[in-house]
């Protein structure tokens, strides 16, 4: 029996995954889909933490799933599943709940950015609760799994280190019971920047659209979008994230798309103008879209998938409910077992 190392992640159905998604996450899955054994999910109970539309989500979620079947990831070898499917979730994240602190929720980068956009003169009267408390079910869905690395973004780093914490804290408090996590960066693209302010993050609930390109664009749209992307006038491709956002994060995505390094990339464009260097960026990330778009479209009604998902998530159950039972009864919630 081969003994691979395990890796768990999922994206939340907050909308149609992006291009940032896309190279900060999902691209890292299908390259690692087999030298590990995976666990991905799609992540729709984070999707509630904010308001959303019913029907919204519902489609999130169908098209998140055929998505990531569509962009490479072989139903042999990972383990795709929907998170509310494996009730376990819920259920460690409540226990976490209890052994998590409110100062260490509080520090969290993502809750302080999120909730001053929802801050208003009543305070806190409007920040749902489920932004506060989010990475704690993120850190169940973590240390359900006993991973050994969890591929994420870079935005997603500080949740991984209070998902250690927590785990430690709790294996020395209760006795060993979780696997302390890893995380895997990719090299390049592990935070491509919003394409109308390279200072912030891509992100798919964002509520300008030019900002992000998803995976399910118009081609039409995609070149409009980065035409219209912000750079510089300097009119000259090089990597300078701090003095060109902008045009550091064109060439990040080209380089990511490419498998390429970002020297090679400049030494490319070296004496080509904006004009050029973003008309090869539109053709290289069209020709991703276009590739992933007609795999989606085969995928999105069909029973197969029904079937891979079902599959997955018996799996995950299978190693879920272990684990839960196990801190279950180390923590004495399970009274008849010693
Ligand atoms: N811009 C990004 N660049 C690189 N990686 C990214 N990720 C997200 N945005 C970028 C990575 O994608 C995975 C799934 O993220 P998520 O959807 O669960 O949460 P998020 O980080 O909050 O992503 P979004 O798109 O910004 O979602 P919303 O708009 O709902 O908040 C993670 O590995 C993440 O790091």
């Known amino acids: 029996m081969e003994n691979k190392k395990r890796m768990v992640s999922g ?45 919204k989500l519902k489609n ?10 569509a962009c490479g990831l072989d139903p042999k070898k990972v383990k795709i599943f929907i998170q509310s499917e494996v009730l376990e979730h819920t259920q460690l994240g409540w226990i976490l709940t209890c052994n998590s602190t409110l100062g260490e929720l509080n520090r ?9 956009k929802v801050k208003s003169s009543n305070g806190t009267e409007f920040i749902p609760t489920g932004l506060l408390t ?66 912030k993050k891509m992100s798919k609930s964002s509520d300008n659209p030019k ?18 992307a ?4 300097e009119n000259i491709v090089k990597y300078d994230p701090e003095k060109k956002p902008g045009v550091s994060n ?17 030494s490319y464009f070296k004496d080509k103008d904006y004009g050029q260097f973003k008309n090869e960026v539109t053709k290289c990330v069209c020709d991703l879209i276009s590739s992933i778009q007609e795999n989606y479209n085969k995928l999105y009604d069909s029973k197969e998938v029904e079937q891979w998902l079902e599959e997955g998530a018996n799996s995950a159950r299978f ?11 180390l923590i004495g919630l399970n009274y008849k077992r010693k």
């Open 11 to 55: 994206i939340t159905a907050t909308g149609t995954i992006t291009l940032g998604n896309y190279i900060g996450a999902i691209k890292n899955f299908v390259e690692l889909q087999d030298k590990f054994e995976m666990y991905i999910f799609v992540a729709n109970l984070h999707a509630i933490t904010s308001p959303i539309d019913k029907l």
């Open 60 to 69: 999130n979620i169908k098209s998140m799933v055929a998505l990531y079947f």
């Open 108 to 116: 969290m980068t993502q809750f302080k950015d999120k909730s001053t």
């Open 134 to 199: 989010y990475p704690l079910l993120m850190a169940a869905d973590i240390l359900l799994y006993d991973p050994d690395f969890v591929p994420v973004g870079k935005d997603q780093k500080q949740h991984i280190e209070l998902t250690r914490n927590i785990a430690e804290r709790m294996n020395s408090k209760y006795g060993e019971m979780f696997k302390i996590p890893g995380d895997y960066i990719a090299k390049i693209g592990s935070k491509i920047m919003d394409l109308q302010d390279p200072t």
């Open 211 to 228: 900002s992000y390109i998803s995976l399910l664009d118009d081609l039409k749209e995609v070149e409009k979008k980065i035409k219209s």
């Open 230 to 233: 912000v750079t510089d006038s």
């Open 250 to 266: 064109l060439i990040t995505i080209y380089s990511s798309i490419k498998n390429q390094t970002i020297e090679e990339t400049e």
């Open 319 to 329: 190693i879920a409910n272990k684990k839960l039972n196990k801190v279950m009864n």
